[in-house]
Nanobody, 112 residues
Framework: EVRLVESGGGLVQAGGSLKLSCAASGFTFGDYIIAWLRQAPGKEREAVVCVSSSDNSTYYPDSVKGRFTVSSDNGKNTVYLQMNNLKPEDTGVYYC?????WGQGTQVTVSP
């Protein structure tokens, strides 16, 4: 069974940092698109980073560029999202997605 499990969410004050983890089981990282997405209440889900594992090309939207960084540990089959200088508008449920598989999400709440 292919599974993704996110962790690391929580409550943080504006300006703080969090590091999310996405542990993959049931498959090995390969030539996939890896993405972190978020969904805020009342808003559509949006991607905050997309990575092509074939060439490591990475996309960050302007809203998070310079503050969020994606990384991975292939030996642990884990993808990370380091989030710095968090803002209240970063609040939402964060999901990782590898190929067509989604995780269950982890809540990130940033207080003013």
């Amino acid at each position: 069974e292919v599974r993704l499990v996110e962790s690391g969410g929580g409550l943080v004050q504006a300006g703080g940092s969090l590091k999310l983890s996405c542990a993959a089981s049931g498959f090995t990282f390969g030539d996939y698109i890896i993405a972190w997405l978020r969904q805020a209440p009342g808003k559509e889900r949006e991607a905050v980073v997309c990575v092509s594992s074939s060439d490591n090309s990475t996309y960050y939207p302007d809203s998070v560029k310079g503050r969020f960084t994606v990384s991975s540990d292939n030996g642990k089959n884990t993808v990370y999202l380091q989030m710095n200088n968090l803002k209240p508008e970063d609040t939402g449920v964060y999901y990782c997605k590898i190929a067509s598989t989604w995780g269950q999400g982890t809540q990130v709440t940033v207080s003013p």
